[in-house]
């Protein structure tokens, strides 16, 4: 009896959790779904809070033990190359980008790299991007 008491609040915070978001998603956004469980969902939190307090090894460290645990998620991927972005080392921002790319699968990430790498003029990887 507990138990469905526990889950009918745990749903009606879900929901009001839900309604709460600051901005609406449009009907082209969509969110991708995380494939981080809660414990490396909050590893994440730590290494996003580590890059913003500007502790970069930190943040890389914890970083590559989400992916040694989870590789296939995009999370880990995805803020390393924010890192390389600020480090102004575009050519590592881009191969990371790109691995987020696979993991994630999202239309928006596979057109930005889509334009980068015919900015780039990386022929063999423009088929990639039209593949996916």
């Known amino acids: 009896m507990r138990l469905a008491k526990q889950k009918k ?9 839900s309604t709460a978001r600051k901005r609406p998603l449009s009907s082209s956004e969509k969110v ?42 995009a999370e880990p991927y995805l803020t390393i190359a924010r890192i390389y972005e600020d480090q ?9 980008n790109f691995v987020a790319a696979h993991c994630q699968r999202s239309k928006d990430l596979w057109l930005r790299m889509l334009t980068e790498c015919q900015q780039r003029k990386a022929d063999d990887l423009i088929t990639t991007c039209y593949n996916n």
Request: aromatic share 4%.
């Open 9 to 17: 609040k745990k749903q009606s915070n879900k929901s009001k959790s």
């Open 32 to 73: 991708p779904k995380s494939r981080l469980n809660q414990e490396y969902q909050a590893l994440m939190g730590e290494a996003n809070m580590a890059y913003v307090h500007g502790d970069i090894q930190k943040a890389i460290r914890i970083c590559q033990e989400v992916i040694t645990n989870v590789p296939n998620a």
């Open 88 to 96: 102004n080392d575009h050519n590592k921002a881009f191969e990371m």
